[in-house]
């Protein structure tokens, strides 16, 4: 079996999706997944109407419209997305947390507080305390609310929107001082959020116009290494221009800093396999694949690492998952199609 690495680095980039056959559910859900990933939420919504079409029952489908849902801004259809999971799957602390989000937009702060603290303990996201702190702050109870941002500062330091609303409590607090600081580190945050972002288009261009060593001192403005959002980010424009030596050292920092980073694990595992150095692509690719098993991009990127390294037999039900996603992946099936060949063969 001729394992050409041109053919496998067409199923990696995971984006063929021409329509030649009705994609099935799973199809449809690995889609929205990757659009959410990218931020195209208006794409995504409708890839998980779609998978709700094809099958009405699926909580999955449910969950995914919801959460997209809610990030376009149709907060009244999102919940009843949600409360339509709940229904079909049961209690979930994440439907919870979502649920809570909603009622904080729409001022029912009693629910939010419910909702919000009952899984505060155990948190489905990161910034389950900040938004608990803004719902009991806009109830009155600017002393809990300090609390609770007090703890969202200390697991998301670097996002200032804690720090805004924190130093807003504190100056309702009279603690003036507190506030000072806060306002100052909402204002250092921020600056750095907006100064991120012109350094990451100055390395675009300089990557793409400039020479090698030019570019990677513009780049390197990007560089912070306590930051596991910048490294990955780093990482990423490296790996975009190319440059895959250079996208390594910020994306293994950022796994380190950050193990729960699916961008970041999922990002090292693709720069590995550029450089066809597919045992090490192999392990940070399970762990991108165990932090979100429904991303198409990242589960037939493994499906491919394995059968380069020819596992076949751990290929092929990760390449039939792919499978699943995206049916419509003609290169992904080809090569599925070889190992059920050569299975038979045996």
Same mark, same amino acid.
């Given at each position: 079996?001729?394992?050409?690495?041109?053919?496998?680095?067409?199923?990696?980039?995971?984006?063929?999706? +021409?329509?030649?056959?009705?994609?099935?559910?799973?199809?449809?859900?690995?889609?929205?997944?990757?659009?959410?990933?990218?931020?195209?939420?208006?794409?995504? +919504?409708?890839?998980?109407?779609?998978?709700?079409?094809?099958?009405?029952?699926?909580?999955?489908?449910?969950?995914?419209?919801?959460?997209?849902?809610?990030?376009?801004?149709?907060?009244?259809?999102?919940?009843?997305?949600?409360?339509? %999971?709940?229904?079909?799957?049961?209690?979930?602390? *994440?439907?919870?947390?979502?649920?809570?989000?909603?009622?904080?937009?729409?001022?029912?702060?009693?629910? +939010?507080?419910?909702?919000?603290?009952?899984?505060?303990?155990?948190?489905?996201?990161?910034?389950?305390? $900040?938004?608990?702190?803004?719902?009991?702050?806009?109830?009155?109870?600017?002393?809990?609310?300090?609390?609770?941002?007090?703890?969202?500062?200390?697991?998301?330091?670097? =996002?200032?929107?804690?720090?805004?609303?924190?130093?807003?409590?504190?100056?309702?607090?009279?603690?003036?001082? =507190?506030? =000072?600081?806060? $306002?100052?580190?909402?204002?250092? $945050?921020?600056?750095?959020?907006?100064?991120?972002?012109?350094?990451?288009?100055?390395?675009?261009?300089?990557?793409?116009?400039?020479?090698?060593?030019?570019?990677?001192? &513009?780049?390197?403005? &990007?560089?912070?290494?306590?930051?596991?959002?910048?490294?990955?980010?780093?990482?990423?424009?490296?790996?975009?221009?190319?440059?895959?030596?250079?996208?390594?050292?910020?994306?293994?920092?950022? %796994?380190?800093?950050?193990?729960?980073?699916?961008?970041?694990?999922? #990002?090292?595992?693709?720069? *590995?396999?550029?450089?066809?150095? *597919?045992?090490?692509?192999?392990?940070?690719?399970?762990?991108?694949?165990?932090?979100?098993?429904? $991303?198409?991009?990242? %589960? &037939?990127?493994?499906?491919?690492?394995?059968?380069?390294?020819?596992? =076949?037999?751990?290929?092929?039900?990760?390449?039939?998952?792919?499978?699943?996603? #995206?049916?419509?992946?003609?290169?992904?099936?080809? &090569?599925?199609?070889?190992?059920?060949?050569?299975?038979?063969?045996?």
């Amino acid at each position: 079996m001729i394992r050409t690495l041109a053919s496998l680095l067409l199923i990696a980039a995971g984006i063929c999706w +021409a329509q030649t056959q009705q994609p099935s559910v799973e199809a449809h859900l690995g889609r929205g997944t990757q659009l959410m990933q990218d931020r195209l939420f208006e794409a995504a +919504a409708t890839e998980f109407e779609q998978a709700l079409t094809a099958n009405p029952t699926d909580p999955r489908a449910h969950f995914q419209f919801a959460a997209c849902l809610l990030a376009l801004g149709r907060n009244d259809e999102a919940r009843s997305q949600f409360e339509q %999971v709940r229904k079909l799957a049961g209690e979930s602390r *994440y439907v919870t947390y979502y649920l809570g989000r909603l009622d904080l937009l729409s001022n029912d702060y009693a629910s +939010a507080i419910k909702r919000l603290g009952s899984v505060a303990d155990d948190p489905p996201a990161p910034d389950t305390a $900040f938004y608990l702190g803004v719902a009991n702050i806009s109830s009155g109870d600017v002393p809990t609310g300090i609390k609770w941002l007090e703890r969202a500062a200390k697991l998301l330091p670097r =996002d200032y929107r804690v720090h805004y609303r924190l130093a807003r409590a504190y100056t309702s607090a009279g603690r003036d001082q =507190d506030a =000072d600081r806060e $306002f100052t580190l909402y204002t250092q $945050f921020r600056d750095a959020h907006k100064t991120t972002e012109k350094d990451a288009r100055d390395c675009t261009a300089a990557l793409q116009t400039g020479p090698p060593a030019a570019a990677r001192e &513009v780049c390197h403005r &990007v560089f912070d290494p306590n930051d596991p959002e910048k490294l990955t980010l780093l990482g990423q424009l490296f790996g975009d221009a190319g440059a895959f030596e250079d996208a390594l050292d910020p994306l293994k920092r950022a %796994v380190q800093l950050d193990p729960k980073s699916f961008e970041a694990w999922h #990002n090292l595992g693709l720069t *590995y396999f550029r450089l066809q150095r *597919y045992a090490e692509a192999r392990a940070r690719l399970e762990t991108a694949v165990n932090l979100r098993p429904e $991303f198409y991009g990242s %589960v &037939v990127l493994l499906g491919a690492t394995l059968y380069m390294l020819g596992d =076949d037999a751990a290929a092929l039900p990760v390449l039939e998952h792919a499978h699943r996603l #995206n049916p419509a992946d003609a290169q992904t099936a080809d &090569v599925l199609g070889k190992l059920r060949a050569g299975r038979q063969k045996k």
